[in-house]
């Protein structure tokens, strides 16, 4: 009851802890457990501390630990007269009325917490009676993520002092076998090598860290305050099945997906990096040889691209190029030469960045979009929520975007919900001697995709988390947890279908073994991934939708007694009747050594500056900001929710249809009429010579009116213009087919896919059906897309994934993405004079026995120059042409490209009639 300061900050709080900290020598812990039990990836830790007041006078003892950040605190109790007092978790609005009332009444009333790296503070304290015990109780729990190919787990020990009876102990158990075990961290050190016990025995493996007092004093990074260091138990466990561990109990499951015999896809990767004054010294140092590290890696089949921006945007190159050692040379000269300068332009710099992705989409490959920036943004668009539409807009959910956050003057909440908004995660880049590591580590985690599209599905089941991932990089892992609603064993089929390196592939287990196991945590696995989950949409959306996603978050908080950003644990206080109430740090929280070094941190130029000559060398706790930063700071408090108006667009769920018009006539097939034949050149008599070149440059407005269009005056049916490649970049053929006919577009007959498709008048198809065996088809429209699968119709309109067997549909908003066995066809939406239609493009190279129009091969010609005409020889024939221009609509940002136009007969080199098909 001494200490009577009102503490408003965190920063506040420390002083006063400075001024009155609990004198150490008059309390001794005899007794000191971490006990951690680890099953299937899931661990509960218990630290336990008791402790024993010499004195013959109330003396006010201390409780201090460290967490892993990724853990809830799910259980705090203290044992003190026989009496048990347990924290309890409630809502954040309601720990805070005590709060505020305690600091009201000039009690003490926080518990410290604060976020550092990979672990967070918990601390308290109670007064205890003359030669009176206490025991502190403290409960977590954790999910191991798996990264790099292990899982670890991170005990911390700074008891504060060294105790007699110290004891680590870890269980870990897990049924698909242990292949691996190491002990790191500052523990595992040679003076107390001898205190670990390590024991791996196939599905079970026990770590016991039993240190003596003298061992205590003696480590290194230990002292007469003892033990200070972590404890680091890194694993890894088989993996039979490709499809991967599914635990099931009391009608929960857990699945664990982690295949590694695939093979590598090809990555598009590009890197954005911030130049701005603020990287001024280190970190630009730092920066620089992280990336060239990066670029050294380089697989030689990625194609890669460099932007690097302050105010404005410099290249390496304009376009992606191959990682050949001469391009990887070339790009590592231009990151030695990276300067800071200037101020900060994020928009535009992840906007060319995702261009240069958009324009070259690779068959097979995967891309990835990796910013890195240490500020905010300060130039060009600055508008926090038009940033995220924009780069949203670019991006399309086409691939991840993957947010760096240097150091702690980055607006980490606002690079969070970006990244979450584009399928990827932010991570921050700690300022310090081994950011260098930390940025190539991060590389490191993606830099093997193998796997894309991941789609999870499993029947008979509700309440799943998670079930779509873009990408699957190697080392990593992904986890889906759900409620199994049929108790039979036979319904409960679980499946992945992805799309890797040359086919799309499902895994399935035909003989369904899933296990069955006893384990009573599957149902809290569910919970925290359910709950964190929740947490990180929250972060994307906006109104009701955030609300709705908020609340439910915080109902499985307090179900399952996990303290999370929603919910505060509150302690209440024997003998002085005090309450505390323990706060889950954010990210944006700045760990404890930064908070005492504000202010005189060196070498910041524009943006640091204007934050801090605001003199803002306090925190306020509840809204991580800095409180004098201006206003510009006041929209992203991270308790009131990121972002208040992200924008309607958010506000029901990602896309929550496909924003494609409905199209009057789409409703069925029959009765349509079929054309055969060919209208021949004359459909094109209305154009005024063909365009330049150079015309077509600037022609670049290719939604409306790039595609020279016979005028309506004429009376020939005008056509659709279509492409055909020619090898050695020459330029490629065109010619039109008239309107109104369905085209056979592929036929695999092998693999019994056939894909066909309905053309409109004169701009492309209106309907496309993808058959993949007799009975079942996937129909896509301006609109909406029908499955027929096992009898059943289905008609999709929003943003979906699914699987009919082994046929994986996503339906994007501009895109519909069909993988059937080695296929992958893409079908665009594109709008031209104000009208949308379809355009189907082969991702993926299809068998040597592929016929129809997409199965064209590029032609080989010779140009044969007869005065003013030209000719091409195609295989001893002579053709006539016109240069022409057409769109090429089958790349997501299509492109006017010059052409040869000849007729379609000509150029199929068949009667136009073998790619038609008849109607019967
Ligand atoms: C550790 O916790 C487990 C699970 O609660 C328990 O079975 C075990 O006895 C504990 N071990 C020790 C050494 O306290
Ligand atoms: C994936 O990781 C495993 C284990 O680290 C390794 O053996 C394998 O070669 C990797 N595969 C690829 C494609 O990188
Ligand atoms: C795809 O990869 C697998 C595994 O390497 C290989 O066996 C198969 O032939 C490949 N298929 C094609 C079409 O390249
Ligand atoms: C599935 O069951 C069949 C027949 O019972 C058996 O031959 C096959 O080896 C099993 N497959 C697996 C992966 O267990």
């Known amino acids: ?50 402790v024993v007041n010499r004195k013959d006078e109330s003396t006010e003892v201390e409780f201090h630990v460290r967490i892993p950040k990724n853990a809830f605190i799910s259980k705090f109790r203290m044992f003190m007269d026989d009496q048990v007092y347990d924290g309890e978790v409630k809502a954040k609005e309601a720990a805070q009325q005590q709060y505020t009332q305690a600091v009201s ?40 993520r798996r990264r790099l190919g292990k899982y670890e787990l991170q005990i911390f020990a700074r008891p504060m002092q060294p105790v007699k009876d110290f004891k680590v102990d870890v269980y870990i158990h897990e049924k698909a076998g242990i292949n691996y075990m190491d002990i790191k961290g500052g523990l595992s050190t040679n003076a107390l090598a001898n205190a670990i016990t390590k024991t791996l025995a196939d599905k079970q493996a026990w770590v016991y860290f039993y240190p003596t007092v003298d061992q205590q004093k003696t480590c290194d990074s230990c002292g007469e305050q003892g033990l200070n260091g972590d404890l680091v138990i ?47 010294g280190r970190k630009m140092e730092q920066t620089r040889i992280a990336l060239l590290h990066i670029l050294s890696d380089l697989a030689a089949e990625d194609y890669f691209g460099l932007i690097t921006f302050d105010s404005n945007l410099f290249y390496w190159k304009r376009e992606l190029v191959q990682a050949n050692a001469d391009n990887v040379e070339s790009a590592k000269t231009f990151a030695s030469n990276i300067k800071d300068r200037g101020s900060t332009n994020i928009n535009t710099a992840l906007l060319e960045g995702s261009r240069m992705l958009n324009e070259q989409p690779r068959q097979g490959s995967a891309s990835i979009l990796i910013l890195l920036t240490d500020g905010d943004p300060t130039s060009g668009v600055t508008n926090l929520e038009q940033i995220q539409s924009n780069v949203r807009e670019a991006i399309q959910d086409k691939f991840p975007l993957y947010c760096l956050g240097f150091g702690f003057d980055v607006n980490f909440a606002f690079l969070e919900s970006m990244s979450l908004q584009n399928n990827g995660v932010a991570r921050r880049i700690y300022e310090d001697s081994d950011a260098d590591l930390q940025l190539k580590g991060f590389y490191d985690e993606v830099a093997n995709p193998l796997l894309t599209n991941v789609t999870m599905s499993y029947s008979s089941s509700a309440n799943l988390t998670q079930t779509k991932f873009s990408q ?21 089929v679980p499946q992945v279908v992805a799309i890797s390196r040359n086919a799309s592939i499902v895994f399935s287990d035909a003989n369904g073994t899933t296990e069955s196991t006893d384990d009573s945590n599957l149902q809290r696995v569910w919970a925290y991934l359910t709950v964190k989950q929740l947490l990180d949409k929250e972060l994307q959306l906006s109104g009701v939708e955030k609300e709705k996603v908020k609340s439910e978050a915080l109902r499985l908080s307090l179900k399952y007694g996990f303290v999370t950003p929603l919910t505060s644990m509150v302690v209440t206080k024997p003998s002085e009747e005090t309450t505390e109430v323990l706060h889950k740090p954010s990210e944006d929280t700045p760990p404890l ?17 204007s934050r801090r000559t605001s003199g803002g060398s306090h925190l306020d706790p509840q809204a991580g ?20 108006s992200l924008g309607s667009r958010f506000s029901s769920g990602n896309y929550p249809n496909l924003h494609l018009p409905a199209h009057p006539g ?6 349509l009429k079929v054309v055969t034949g060919s209208p021949g050149l004359p459909g094109h008599k209305g154009e005024a010579g063909p365009p330049m070149l150079h015309d077509l440059v600037t022609d670049y407005d290719y939604r409306y009116d790039s595609l020279p269009i016979a005028p309506t005056t004429l009376s020939v049916a005008p056509g659709v213009r279509f492409l055909l490649q020619a090898e050695n970049q020459s330029l490629p053929l065109c010619f039109d087919i008239a309107g109104r006919t369905i085209l056979r577009l592929l036929h695999l007959p092998n693999a019994g896919v056939s894909v066909n498709g309905e053309l409109d008048e004169d701009q492309g198809f209106i309907k496309i059906i993808v058959h993949f065996d007799t009975d079942n088809f996937v129909a896509v429209e301006l609109g909406a897309v029908t499955v027929k699968y096992e009898q059943k119709l289905t008609r999709y309109t929003g943003d979906t994934a699914l699987v009919a067997g082994s046929v994986a549909v996503f339906i994007r908003p501009t895109e519909v993405d069909i993988t059937a066995g080695q296929t992958r066809l893409l079908i665009l939406v594109h709008g031209k004079n104000g009208k949308d239609f379809l355009w189907p493009a082969l991702r993926q190279q299809p068998s ?32 006539s042409v016109s240069r022409s221009s057409a769109v090429d609509f089958g790349m997501n940002l299509p492109a006017t490209l010059a052409c040869w136009l000849m007729s379609p007969e000509s150029a199929l080199r068949a009667p136009l009639s073998d790619f038609t098909l008849k109607v019967l």
């Open 1 to 50: 009851m001494e200490r009577t300061v009102v503490r408003v900050s965190i920063f506040g709080l420390l002083l006063a802890f400075g001024g009155a900290q609990p004198n150490k020598d008059d309390w001794e812990i005899y007794s000191f457990h971490i006990n951690s039990t680890v099953t299937s990836r899931y661990a509960t830790t218990v630290i336990t501390s008791r």
């Open 105 to 144: 009444r000039g009690e003490s009333a926080g518990i410290v917490s604060s976020v550092g790296r990979t672990l967070e503070e918990f601390k308290t304290s109670v007064t205890v009676a003359p030669l009176k015990k206490v025991t502190f109780e403290l409960t977590y729990e954790e999910l191991f």
């Open 234 to 280: 890194v694993y890894d466990v088989n993996r039979h099945k490709s499809l991967g561990d599914i635990k099931r109990s009391k009608g929960y499951f857990v699945h664990h997906f982690a295949p590694s015999s695939l093979l590598r896809i090809p990555k598009n990767v590009v890197f954005v990096i911030d130049q701005s004054g603020s990287m001024h």
């Open 472 to 492: 699957y990089y190697n080392g990593s892992e992904i986890v889906v947890a759900g409620q199994i609603t049929d108790n039979d064993v036979e319904t409960f």
């Open 593 to 609: 050594s930064r908070r005492t070094s504000m202010g005189m941190h060196p070498g910041i130029l524009s943006k640091g500056q």
């Open 625 to 644: 900001v800095y409180p004098g930063s201006g206003s510009r700071f006041s929209s992203v408090d991270p308790q009131a929710g990121v972002y208040p």
């Open 666 to 671: 789409f409703q069925a097939l029959p009765g």
């Open 848 to 879: 040597d026995d592929a016929v129809g129009i997409l199965a064209q091969k590029a032609v080989v010609y010779e140009e044969v120059h007869q005065g003013p005409y030209t000719k091409l020889k195609i295989k001893d024939q002579e053709i």
